[in-house]
Each structure stands twice: as C-alpha cells, then as structure tokens.
C-alpha cells in the first residue's frame, strides 16, 4: 500500500503541468519539460520537471532535478522545497488544498459507518447544492443585485441556502448562515465542487465571518459556468467579477474559476478559438495572464488579456454603472465579438 505522501505524489503528477504553474510561475515549458532556477521559483534553467512520462519509475512525470544542487525528487518534495516546510504534515496538508481535497479520516472504521457524503467532498457538494433552492426574492438575489448584478435569479449554477453550515479556521463551533451556492461544473458539466458565500442576514452583505467564501469538492481544472463555450470564452476568478461581463456581453459564456491558481489551470472547452482572460490588477493577476495565455497559445487558442480600471471588474461596474463599464469593456474585445455577444440596441 502507498503511502499518504506517495499517494498525492501521484495524484499531483497527474496535474503535474498545473503544479508547475502555481509554484514554479517564473518557469517555462520547454519540450517535455518544465524549466525554472530553482525550487523557489527563481529565474533560471537549472531545474528541469518532467511533463511526460510514465506513472512509476526514475523518469515518471512529475520527477524532478535541480542540475545545480543536485535536488531531486517528486512533486511533494517540490512543494516542501518551494514553501520551506519542515513538518511532512505542512506539506501534505498543502498538497491536499492544491487538489482541493478533504482532510483525511482519521479512523477508516468510522469511515465505513458514516451515512453521509465525508466533508468536503464532491458528493457532499452536489448534495448541498441539489438541497439549495432559486434565488428568486432571496437574500442572495438582492445581495448580487447590490453589486449591480442583474437578472441572476434564472442562471443554473446559482442556488440560495437558507441555513448553510459554516465551521470558521480553527474554531470548533458550527455556525448557520443563509448562502449563496454557486455549482463549479466539470466540461461535461457535471458539480465536482460547490462555492459558499455566507451572507449577513440583517444586513445584506457578506456574512461577519474572517473569510466568508468557501469552496468544497474537485475545483481543478473547472469552474463555475454561466453559459457555454463553443469557440469563445471569458474566464475569471470571482463569480462577481465575471458576472459583472455579462452586464456588457449578455451572450459571452463565462466561467469563474474561483482563485488565481485555479484560473491558471482551468481546462479549456474542445473546439475553443479564443480566451478572454479576465485579469485583476494584482500580482496574481499578472502571473494568471503570463501564464494562462501560453497555456492557450500552445493549445492553438488566441489569448485577449481584459483589464479593469479599479482592482477588478465588479469594481469597475458598481462605480461606472452598466453604460459606463460596457464603454470601458467592449474596446477591448475582438471587434466582431461586441455585435457577436453584446446586448441589442435599444
């Protein structure tokens, strides 16, 4: 039997291309491999992980070499050597979040008498958002219509719970708020995860919590979908911040990855032409859009990097309003997409 450690090495080498990505972002691919400095993702070319290769063995996918150093290893060891972990549980318990997985159980026998789907799994996801309900006339409806987000109460991947858990980090008290619930589809679309935003109650914004938006379930690769791809997309981060594009471009399928990492490693739908990446100005930022569109052009797509003028579009929308950002937006679209996907004339 593997170990915990082997175990997430595999399953990281399977991603071994999206764990590039998030910790060696000043790195580059080249061939069959991809090339970086060192383990702490400084410029260079001295450390070399291999993008291909079989599943075991010296050169499986995901073995590393630092030519310089001599370190070597797979893709646990590269996040140990990446973040500076000296505790194995540090590392294990980062590579868990990077493919968006549960803790572990702690006793398998307990494990076989659960009745339920365990925490933070896909199953538990598709259950909680199958258990939600429409957003029409809720708490979640007026809370995106206060970010000046319109007409939101009839898309699918959007649901409202009235009394959704929420455990806060490190606490071990259980806490009831009413949520948005947003679906994060696979291509196929099928829930692999759910995201949660608490909501206040009496005031209508974001729930007193230090970090009222949460995932649960496989983000990997997916996202949360409104519409879909044929041979155009928008992608983003947040739900707000790509819902604030549909207020220019009503036809323009979206998809919101839900982080910065996630947006890097989104995978993209056959048949695609064109990536509109929707960028926050941030660091993050900068890295998704260095990254993600040479992951688009050497899939043959035509990457068009978006930016807003505040930090991020729902910013933009709420301060210019609908006419205002649509007048910020659409230059910067491939001309025959704004007649393609934008609202009809008046």
Not at 125 to 154: H, K, W
């Given at each position: 039997?593997?170990?915990?450690?082997?175990?997430?090495?595999?399953?990281l080498a399977q991603n071994v291309e999206s764990v590039c990505l998030t910790y060696l972002s000043n790195g580059r691919r080249a061939g069959n491999y991809w090339v970086v400095g060192d383990a702490q993702n400084s410029p260079g070319g001295s450390l070399y992980v291999r993008l291909r290769g079989p599943d075991y063995g010296p050169g499986a996918r995901g073995k590393w070499t630092d030519g310089a150093t001599g370190d070597h290893g797979d893709l646990v060891d590269l996040i140990r050597f990446n973040r500076g972990y000296t505790q194995l549980r540090d590392v294990l318990e980062e590579a868990r979040a990077f493919?968006?997985?549960?803790?572990?159980?702690?006793?398998?026998?307990?494990?076989?008498?659960?009745?339920?789907?365990?925490?933070?799994?896909?199953?538990?996801?598709?259950?909680?958002?199958?258990?939600?309900?429409?957003?029409?006339?809720?708490?979640?409806?007026?809370?995106?219509?206060?970010?000046?987000?319109?007409?939101?109460?009839?898309?699918?991947?959007?649901?409202?719970?009235?009394?959704?858990?929420?455990?806060?980090?490190?606490?071990?008290?259980?806490?009831?708020?009413?949520?948005?619930?947003?679906?994060?589809?696979?291509?196929?679309?099928?829930?692999?995860?759910?995201?949660?935003?608490?909501?206040?109650?009496?005031?209508g914004?974001?729930?007193?919590?230090?970090?009222?938006?949460?995932?649960?379930?496989?983000?990997?690769?997916?996202?949360?979908?409104?519409?879909?791809?044929?041979?155009?997309?928008?992608?983003?981060?947040?739900?707000?911040?790509?819902?604030?594009?549909?207020?220019?471009?009503?036809?323009?399928?979206?998809?919101?990855?839900?982080?910065?990492?996630h947006l890097m490693a989104i995978l993209f739908p056959p048949g695609l032409r064109v990536l509109y990446i929707l960028r926050d100005l941030d660091p993050a930022g900068d890295a998704v859009v260095k990254n993600l569109s040479a992951r688009a052009q050497a899939a043959g797509i035509q990457p068009v990097s978006l930016a807003p003028i505040a930090d991020d579009f729902n910013d933009d929308l709420c301060r210019l309003g609908a006419a205002g950002f649509a007048a910020h937006v659409l230059p910067q679209l491939v001309p025959e997409h704004v007649a393609r996907f934008g609202a009809e004339p008046a």
């Open positions: 039997m593997n170990s915990p450690a082997a175990d997430l090495a595999q399953r493919l968006s997985m549960p803790p572990p159980v702690a006793s398998p026998a307990l494990a076989q008498l659960r009745s339920v789907a365990p925490q933070g799994s896909s199953e538990s996801a598709r259950r909680l958002f199958a258990a939600s309900r429409s957003l029409r006339g809720t708490l979640a409806e007026r809370y995106l219509q206060g970010r000046y987000l319109q007409d939101v109460a009839t898309l699918p991947a959007l649901r409202y719970h009235p009394r959704c858990y929420c455990r806060p980090e490190d606490s071990a008290r259980t806490l009831v708020f009413p949520a948005l619930i947003a679906a994060v589809t696979d291509l196929a679309g099928s829930v692999t995860a759910v995201h949660r935003t608490w909501l206040d109650p009496a005031g914004g974001k729930a007193p919590l230090e970090d009222p938006r949460r995932a649960m379930g496989n983000l990997l690769g997916h996202a949360v979908r409104f519409g879909v791809a044929d041979d155009v997309l928008a992608a983003g981060e947040g739900i707000e911040t790509v819902l604030s594009m549909r207020e220019a471009l009503p036809g323009m399928p979206l998809a919101a990855a839900l982080s910065a990492n």
